[in-house]
């Protein structure tokens, strides 16, 4: 059915949808489905508050899975985490990924309570002659690596590292780099 105004549900005359869609001869199935395809899509105010909700809630989602207090080393509950973004005035924003907001968020969180991102933990498997110069390029990169454990296996040393987040990608070229793709890593 195609209607004139949606809101009060009038239907559309047939001569209208004729004169208004004359390249498809008036054929209505054709009619809905360019109407589908290529008309806007209304959304009710209700639907729209409903997708929002839900967007924040998934941002406070992601920010309690990602993020850890940092004098306890335990995530926050969702509740917790969502009260703050509430005090902190914190807007969705429909068109940008819950991932992106929340991590734009976490900075924004950091004013109103303790949190920061939880470190990764990175097992790297290199061949042993390699082991020095990657250890020696990993203390070059500061506070936001630590090595947890080393452990000399047959000609291989498996390290198993505390990595900042942000800082992944940085080892990631450094362990491929310092061994010619020849060292092995998971998370």
Same mark, same amino acid.
């Given at each position: ?5 949606s ?35 209304q ?5 729209r508050?409903?997708q929002?909700?839900?967007m ?23 509740s917790? %985490? @969502?009260? /703050? *973004? ?10 940008? +990924?819950? =991932? ?14 303790? %949190? @920061?991102r /939880? *470190?990764m ?9 390699? +082991?020095? =110069? ?11 690596v630590?090595?947890?454990?080393e452990?000399k ?33 998971s998370?």
């Amino acid at each position: 059915v195609v209607s004139t105004q949606s809101t009060w549900g009038e239907v559309a005359k047939k001569a209208d949808l004729v004169k208004c869609f004359e390249e498809l001869d008036g054929n209505q199935t054709e009619i809905c489905k360019h109407i589908l395809a290529k008309g806007d899509l209304q959304v009710s105010d209700k639907e729209r508050q409903a997708q929002q909700e839900a967007m924040f809630k998934d941002i406070a989602t992601v920010i309690s899975d990602k993020c850890v207090n940092p004098e306890s080393k335990r995530p926050y509950p969702v509740s917790i %985490i @969502e009260k /703050a *973004m509430k005090e902190c005035h914190i807007a969705v924003k429909p068109n940008k +990924s819950s =991932k992106q907001q929340a991590l734009d968020t976490i900075g924004k969180l950091q004013a109103s309570i303790p %949190i @920061e991102r /939880a *470190m990764m933990r990175m097992k790297v498997v290199t061949p042993l002659k390699a +082991s020095n =110069k990657i250890r020696k390029s990993l203390s070059k990169l500061g506070t936001g690596v630590k090595v947890e454990s080393e452990e000399k296996v047959e000609e291989e040393m498996v390290m198993i590292l505390l990595v900042d987040p942000g800082q992944y990608r940085g080892i990631d070229t450094l362990v491929k780099d310092e061994t010619q793709g020849l060292a092995a890593w998971s998370c």
